[in-house]
Nanobody, 122 residues
Framework: QVHLVESGGGLVQAGGSLRLSCAAS????????MGWYRQAPGKQRELVAV???????NYADAVKGRFTISRDNAKNSVNLQMNSLNPEDTAVYYC????????????????WGQGTQVTVSS
């Protein structure tokens, strides 16, 4: 019901920065929570950061102080500014949208983007 398109991944050296962007398309009235998750090889998908429609944020301990999440409700978009990257941040990053109101229907389960690769070299 929601199409999420991510951009901004790539290869960066340790200590560098990347900015991920995600935009949701479709006839969307609102999205309760948008965020980013990541999955490294051989590991489960884990939360990176989420932000509510009112601006409340939640970060994984591993990224606190280094990553900043922001969203634009009017554009149904979310960004993730990643600074001081280290090799442990290497993963596929997925955008998520949960609690979507779409064409008069509320969808409580999350939708996911296709993922964007972030690789941090040492």
């Amino acid at each position: 019901q929601v199409h999420l398109v991510e951009s901004g991944g790539g290869l960066v050296q340790a200590g560098g920065s990347l900015r991920l962007s995600c935009a949701a398309s479709g006839s969307i009235s609102s999205i309760n929570v948008m965020g980013w998750y990541r999955q490294a090889p051989g590991k489960q998908r884990e939360l990176v950061a989420v932000v509510s429609r009112t601006g409340s944020t939640n970060y994984a301990d591993a990224v606190k102080g280094r990553f900043t999440i922001s969203r634009d409700n009017a554009k149904n978009s979310v960004n993730l500014q990643m600074n001081s990257l280290n090799p442990e941040d290497t993963a596929v990053y997925y955008c998520s949208a949960q609690g979507v109101s779409h064409k008069g229907t509320f969808y409580p389960d999350p939708d996911w983007g296709q993922g964007t690769q972030v690789t941090v070299s040492s």
